[in-house]
Nanobody
Framework: QVHLMESGGGLVQAGGSLRLSCAAS????????MGWYRQVPGKQRGMVAR???????NYADSVKGRFTISRDNAKNTVYLQMNSLKPDDTADYYC???????????????WGQGTQVTVSS
């Protein structure tokens, strides 16, 4: 099976930075797109940033210019560098990875357990 391990969340003051990591492990044949989503209580989970297997990226308008997504294919890991953080960035952050498992023919989405990011004003 597949396991996603997230790390890097925490408490930071406005204007500060954090770096999130998400490492995929298990019976992985290949990985397609990787991404980060966030959710606050009472609201739907929304896309923050995504990166394709070819390295193309897209970002939510609210984080453009402040957040950078990257991936290390050798480590099956996706990162989210978050700079100039604002209180509105406070949320639970989830990684999402599109994986083809060994023995399967197609890809499916897997989710991390979530990591909390709190930005104080």
């Amino acid at each position: 099976q597949v396991h996603l391990m997230e790390s890097g969340g925490g408490l930071v003051q406005a204007g500060g930075s954090l770096r999130l990591s998400c490492a995929a492990s298990g019976s992985i044949f290949s990985i397609n797109a990787m991404g980060w989503y966030r959710q606050v209580p009472g609201k739907q989970r929304g896309m923050v940033a995504r990166i394709t297997s070819g390295g193309s990226t897209n970002y939510a308008d609210s984080v453009k210019g402040r957040f950078t997504i990257s991936r290390d294919n050798a480590k099956n890991t996706v990162y989210l560098q978050m700079n100039s953080l604002k209180p509105d960035d406070t949320a639970d952050y989830y990684c999402n990875v599109n994986i083809r498992v060994v023995g399967d023919l197609g890809y499916r989405d897997y989710w991390g357990q979530g990591t909390q990011v709190t930005v104080s004003s």
